[in-house]
């Protein structure tokens, strides 16, 4: 069964750094794309990173790019994502998604996700 369990948010200043995690189970992890996405209040779901799993190459949103890095420890069957210099814009829900795609192009497009976690919340303030 597919499962996904995101940990991590919380409420940080301006220019502050946050780490959030998404433990997922055997069958979710041994998928080929994973990726993180954000959703603001009123605005439509973004997809901001994600991981293939054969070359551990990744993809970011041009809005994140430079700031925020996607990354997996196997051995925990986690994924995580460092969020460095964060602004007020970077508020929002975050989750991660798992693709049942075997795809090796990990597109940030809500459609090549099947599972998704619960989300954690991420505020920034100012």
């Known amino acids: 069964q597919a499962q996904l369990m995101e940990s991590g948010g919380d409420s940080v200043q301006a220019g502050g750094s946050l780490t959030v995690a998404c433990a997922a189970s055997?069958?979710?992890?041994?998928?080929?794309?994973m990726a993180w996405f954000r959703q603001a209040p009123g605005k439509e779901r973004e997809g901001i990173a994600s991981i293939y799993r054969g070359d551990r190459s990744t993809r970011y949103a041009d809005s994140v790019k430079g700031r925020f890095t996607i990354s997996q420890d196997n051995a925990k069957k986690t994924l995580y994502l460092q969020m460095n210099s964060l602004q007020p814009e970077d508020t929002g829900m975050y989750y991660c998604a798992s693709s049942r795609s075997p795809s090796y192009d990990c597109v940030l497009g809500t459609y090549l996700y099947h599972d998704w976690g619960q989300g954690t919340q991420v505020t920034v303030s100012s």
């Open positions: 055997e069958s979710t992890y041994s998928r080929y794309c």
